[in-house]
């Protein structure tokens, strides 16, 4: 088992940036694929980014790419999202998650953290 907890959201204006951490305890953090997701207020959960249990591996919801970027550091158990050329619409609570290598479904969720941007 696995437990996470999400830091580094806040309030940014457009165009800012912002560094989500996930940081995870427990078993081995790098024996898990690890993603990222948010759900703004009235819509559902949606997929943002994830990656491979070493991390060389990346994939990215289309309304991000190219401003996000997923990495881990299995070292210190965390993981992280940086997040630039941030818009209004990528207000969310941000959610880090991870599975077990053949899981259909992502096992475990952090807390989630508030990532607002104001325009």
């Known amino acids: 088992q696995v437990q996470l907890v999400e830091s580094g959201g806040g309030l940014v204006q457009a165009g800012g940036s912002l560094r989500l951490s996930c940081a995870a305890s427990?078993?081995?953090?790098?024996?898990?694929?690890m993603g990222w997701f948010r759900q703004a207020p009235g819509k559902e959960r949606e997929f943002v980014a994830s990656t491979t249990r070493s991390g060389t591996g990346t994939y990215y919801a289309d309304s991000v790419k190219g401003r996000f970027t997923i990495s881990r550091d299995n070292a210190k158990n965390v993981g992280y999202l940086q997040m630039n050329s941030l818009k209004p619409e990528d207000t969310a609570v941000y959610y880090c998650?991870?599975?077990?290598?053949?899981?259909?479904?992502?096992?475990?969720w952090g807390q989630g953290t508030q990532v607002t941007v104001s325009s």
């Open positions: 998650a991870v599975h077990e290598i053949g899981a259909t479904e992502y096992d475990y």
């Open positions: 427990g078993r081995s953090f790098s024996s898990y694929v």
